[in-house]
């Protein structure tokens, strides 16, 4: 347990306020918008989620019963279409032989059974599992990514290659378990990810976790 974790949280609240995470009008949307975003940024995905919605395709049912190359067209903006529209297709067609296609049934699985059927799925990884857990089910899941590993290594909570489960549980037991917490601390660090802790020029001088 680190203190100090705690304390950044309070510091990039106290700077930002709430991110209301994740933007999507239902569970479904966001996770889709999960899958979406690997490897690309947020407004690509609004434009694939647009298209989507556009179609009347935002749904399981949708999803379930059209061609794999429709489904690839319509999320064209979103890069990597093809391997994308696979995963999107291989996550409906979970929900539909587990679930019925009911996501509120897929949700009132225990986490971790859930995670673990989540991640057999073919292109899911830890970091849109548990995106999908927290952000679409409200499932107590933390979400490590690129600038969670940045700005913990440069902070030396961590190595930068550390295992994604390994700083899932360092930051987990150095908070209390609160799925808005979970919620509002990814975002947050995304945000000063992307405008303070970039890649090659850290801008530490007016960033918020300076004090630390
Ligand atoms: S920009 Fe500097 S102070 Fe801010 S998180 Fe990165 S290393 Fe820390």
Known sequence: MDDKIYRMYELLYQRFGPQHWWPGETPFEVMVGAVLTQNTNWANVEKAIGNLKERGWL???ALHSLPLEAIAEAIRPSGYFNVKAKRLKALVDFLWEEYQGDLERMFAEDTDTLRGKLLSIPGLGPETVDSILLYAGNKLAFVVDAYTKR?????GLCFEDVDYHQLQSLITESIP??????????ALLVKVGKEY?????????NCPLAGL
Not at 179 to 184: A, F, G, K, Q
Request: one cysteine or more; charged letters at 25%; hydrophobic letters at 25%.
């Open 59 to 61: 749904s399981p049912q």
């Open 151 to 155: 700005i913990f290594s440069r902070h």
């Open 177 to 186: 378990k609160d799925v808005s917490l979970y919620n509002e601390f990814h």
């Open 197 to 205: 802790c970039k890649k090659r020029q850290p801008l530490c001088a």
